[in-house]
């Protein structure tokens, strides 16, 4: 049986409420209802009102005040056409309507493998409002592990998949984090991204996915010891965006980051766990 210090296991109690809390916040991941890209020709979409399109460049909103939209960061009511310029992945929270204060539903504008869509967050998504928390595996002590990080001379850029197949992403490889796994007698390597302040990032795929787990899952790490050491805690394994709702735009692990191995640790898949 895997035991742990109580001081460990209530850091990662601490750690999971943290990661719930952040879920359930508001407009967050959860109350994600659609995922549509804009057309040249001025239309109707599903689930917000206005007539919406692109130029390629620009995108445009056209709307009258009985449509009930208002600008997300100044509460002005859209009145006629107004526009927006985004940068490829970037995303802007634009308007909003619906509910007893007019902000039920936010529209987010994005920017993904440079062409622009809609998302819609809608406040009262059942996803949202029934959430109570992702279903986890018990801590496992024995999966967190000591990794050793080989950084490459220059980061190396490597195109991926994402969960939406009409968007390609790009995972900038920094270098790999070399570790052993119990019952093992082979090294693993993942390759990793580098975050804030020397922070690491690994997504992978392992034998628990489709089973217990989402298709692929991200572990992040400190930034690496001065002689290359790093903490690789399995336990703190959590999903992407897009094991809660099919609207996602989440990366893919790179090709050769899949472990020959059930990483029984972290999140479990919300759709399918018990």
Same mark, same amino acid.
């Given at each position: 049986?895997n035991?742990?210090?109580?001081?460990?296991?209530?850091?990662?109690?601490?750690?999971?409420?943290?990661?719930?809390?952040? /879920?359930?916040?508001?407009?967050?991941?959860?109350?994600?209802t659609? =995922?549509?890209? /804009?057309?040249?020709?001025? @239309?109707?979409?599903?689930?917000?009102?206005?007539?919406?399109?692109?130029d390629?460049?620009t995108? =445009?909103?056209?709307?009258?005040?009985?449509?009930?939209?208002?600008?997300?960061?100044?509460?002005?009511?859209v009145?006629?056409?107004?526009?927006?310029?985004?940068?490829?992945?970037?995303?802007?929270?634009?308007?909003?309507?619906?509910?007893?204060?007019?902000?039920?539903?936010? %529209?987010?504008?994005?920017?993904?493998?440079?062409?622009?869509?809609?998302?819609?967050?809608?406040s009262?998504? +059942?996803?949202?409002?029934?959430?109570?928390?992702v279903?986890?595996?018990?801590?496992?002590?024995?999966?967190?592990?000591?990794?050793?990080?080989? @950084?490459?001379?220059?980061? %190396?850029?490597?195109?991926?998949?994402?969960?939406?197949?009409?968007?390609?992403?790009? $995972?900038?490889? %920094?270098?790999?984090?070399v570790?052993? /796994?119990?019952?093992?007698?082979?090294?693993?390597?993942?390759?990793?991204?580098?975050?804030?302040? *020397? @922070?690491?990032?690994?997504? =992978? $795929?392992?034998?628990?996915?489709?089973?217990?787990?989402?298709?692929?899952?991200?572990?992040?790490?400190?930034?690496?010891?001065?002689?290359?050491?790093?903490?690789?805690?399995?336990?703190? @394994?959590?999903?992407?965006?897009?094991? =809660?709702?099919?609207?996602?735009?989440?990366?893919? +692990?790179?090709?050769?980051?899949s472990?020959?191995?059930?990483?029984?640790? *972290?999140?479990?898949?919300?759709?399918?766990?018990?």
């Amino acid at each position: 049986m895997n035991t742990a210090p109580d001081a460990i296991v209530e850091r990662w109690n601490r750690f999971r409420a943290n990661r719930n809390k952040a /879920l359930a916040g508001d407009y967050g991941w959860l109350t994600l209802t659609s =995922f549509q890209w /804009l057309e040249t020709q001025p @239309a109707a979409v599903d689930l917000a009102p206005g007539l919406w399109s692109t130029d390629g460049t620009t995108a =445009f909103l056209t709307a009258g005040a009985a449509d009930g939209l208002t600008l997300v960061d100044s509460g002005q009511p859209v009145d006629g056409t107004i526009s927006a310029v985004l940068a490829d992945e970037e995303s802007l929270m634009w308007v909003q309507f619906g509910g007893d204060d007019g902000k039920q539903v936010v %529209v987010e504008l994005a920017m993904r493998a440079d062409k622009y869509a809609i998302r819609t967050r809608d406040s009262k998504s +059942p996803v949202f409002t029934e959430f109570d928390g992702v279903p986890t595996f018990e801590y496992r002590p024995d999966l967190v592990v000591e990794a050793s990080f080989r @950084a490459y001379p220059e980061p %190396v850029d490597v195109p991926i998949g994402t969960a939406n197949p009409l968007v390609d992403g790009v $995972h900038r490889t %920094v270098g790999e984090l070399v570790f052993r /796994l119990p019952g093992k007698d082979h090294e693993f390597h993942l390759q990793a991204e580098e975050e804030k302040l *020397g @922070a690491l990032t690994v997504t =992978f $795929h392992d034998e628990t996915n489709g089973d217990s787990t989402d298709d692929w899952r991200k572990v992040s790490t400190a930034k690496p010891r001065p002689d290359g050491s790093v903490v690789l805690d399995f336990n703190r @394994a959590i999903n992407y965006p897009s094991a =809660f709702t099919p609207y996602g735009t989440c990366p893919m +692990p790179v090709k050769n980051n899949s472990l020959d191995y059930r990483i029984e640790a *972290g999140e479990k898949d919300p759709m399918i766990a018990d």
